[in-house]
């Protein structure tokens, strides 16, 4: 065992929130010797099969959470890869003083999309044009509305609760399907935007701000009235120079007012005529998981720094003002999403072979033979069998391995159906690099 994590070998950890993107991070509590207690909603979710123990608390009931920290005597919380838990976890630090990167401040920014827009808006940094709409839907805002829009809860990511409106009809049952997703019973209604959609990545230490990365998003745009699920992401970005030219200052000084100085933070957004305007925040480890990407080029994981956190109150003695590179050291790297449509998995072939391919670093599985893909699923996340996460030196290289992958991989359902969903925003990424060529 390394000798820097020997340190917390037999220390108790409680993780919050039991989704599949979770059970990277307690692999690596696993590895440092740590006893894990993974703690959700659902019985059965799958990072509890991960962990050392598991317990179950309902809804967002931080007394619950310290309950269980009190039971187990945890030496330190921790929120997993789930925006809805960031509150929860800062309540239940507090009560129990143990080390949260997150504050209340930070928490009333981050965790509500409308409030977060109103905060970027006084740095100069642009939100999605908004239109005014309240729960009554009065005629006179109806009338102002110039379709299609977009339809979100202000307090749910991932797609959940998001409706891709065209008309006053799918715009009334998007309000309450927003509704019905959201805590707080709050939405808010936006211009559709049809232009490049990028994310901003940040690393933070002891009040230091690292741009960790910006990567380019590839969205799904069959699904008619749905939010547009990621189907491949690719970094670093192209508007990477134009973010640092024009914007990372403003997101600095936001930063440093908040009060932000350890955590990570992952701000999506989109690009348009030389502007960039952001949608949705998250101040915890992503779904998307550049942290595994950084990993493999830099060396050092993010996974573990927050863990470190959690346990002692420091993130360790990692410098990242040279140890992270926003730019990849010149590397290109891809995060590639399979997905499914509704239906259950009979089969699954091809993702073995995927995983063998130079270049190919990791997988983060979702789905599995046997599992069911609701209706209500497709338009989200949960409909995302797997990413594979793709490190190259070249642009012709990482082009090449996400073809291969891409098309290697087979779904069918118990009937022997087709399950995947054609990825033509991979296959025009693939034909617009080697074209350039």
């Known amino acids: 065992m390394n000798q820097s994590i020997k340190e917390f070998v ?27 207690i993974v703690a959700s909603a659902r019985h059965n979710d799958p990072a509890k099969t991960y962990s050392w123990k598991a317990a179950d608390f309902q809804g967002l009931d931080s007394d619950a959470v310290v309950k269980i920290a009190c039971d187990e005597q945890v030496d330190g919380i921790l929120v997993g890869v789930a925006d809805i838990l960031v509150p929860t976890y800062c309540k239940a630090c507090e009560a129990l ?7 209340q401040k930070i928490i009333d920014v981050f965790s509500f999309k409308d409030t977060f827009k109103r905060t970027c ?4 940094i642009h939100g999605i044009p908004e239109y005014h709409l309240d729960a009554d839907l ?18 749910n990511g991932g797609g959940v609760g998001m409706t891709l409106a065209y008309n006053e009809e799918e715009l009334k049952n998007g309000v309450k399907r927003a509704l019905n997703n959201s805590y707080k019973k709050r939405f808010i209604v936006e211009r559709y935007m049809d232009c490049d959609d990028v994310a901003m990545y940040f690393t933070f230490k002891d009040g230091y701000c690292s741009f960790s990365c910006i990567f380019d998003r590839y969205t799904l745009r069959g699904q008619k009235g749905l939010s547009r699920v990621n189907t491949l992401s690719i970094y670093p970005s192209k508007h990477y120079n134009d973010y640092i030219n024009k914007f990372h200052r403003k997101f600095v000084k936001m930063f440093e007012d908040i009060g932000i100085r350890n955590g990570v933070l992952l701000i999506a957004g989109y690009y348009k005529d030389g502007e960039f305007y952001v949608y949705d925040p998250g101040f ?11 990993k493999a080029i830099h ?9 470190r956190f959690a346990l002692t109150g420091s993130e360790g003695s990692i410098d990242l003002s ?20 509704d239906g259950t998995i009979g089969g699954i072939d091809g993702l073995e072979a995927a995983m063998k391919k130079q270049g190919v670093i990791y997988n983060v599985q979702r789905l599995f033979t046997g599992d069911a893909v609701l209706k209500d699923s ?26 291969y992958c891409n098309h290697k991989i087979k779904v069918f359902d118990v009937n022997g159906n087709d399950m995947r969903i054609p990825l033509e925003e991979a296959n025009n990424y693939v034909r617009t690099i080697i074209n350039a060529d």
Request: glycine fraction near 8%; include cysteine; charge should be neutral.
């Open 299 to 307: 060396g050092f994981d993010q996974r573990e720094m927050l863990i």
């Open 10 to 36: 037999g220390k108790k950890l409680l993780i919050l929130g039991g989704n599949p993107e979770t059970i990277p991070l307690v692999e690596v509590a696993n590895n440092m010797g740590i006893k894990t």
């Open 322 to 341: 040279k140890e992270d590179s926003a730019y990849f050291r010149g590397k290109h790297a891809a995060t590639l999403w399979i997905l499914v449509k």
């Open 138 to 155: 009065k005629r006179e805002d109806l009338d102002k509305i110039i379709y299609p829009v977009m339809v979100k809860p202000v307090d």
């Open 121 to 124: 808006e006084r740095y100069g």
């Open 284 to 294: 915890r480890l992503q779904g998307e998981a550049p942290h595994l990407l950084m």
């Open 378 to 403: 497709v338009g989200t996340e949960r409909q995302v069998l797997t990413r594979l996460y793709l490190v190259s030196d070249t642009q012709e290289e990482l082009a090449e391995t996400i073809n």
């Open 97 to 103: 003083n143990l080390p949260c990167y997150a504050t």
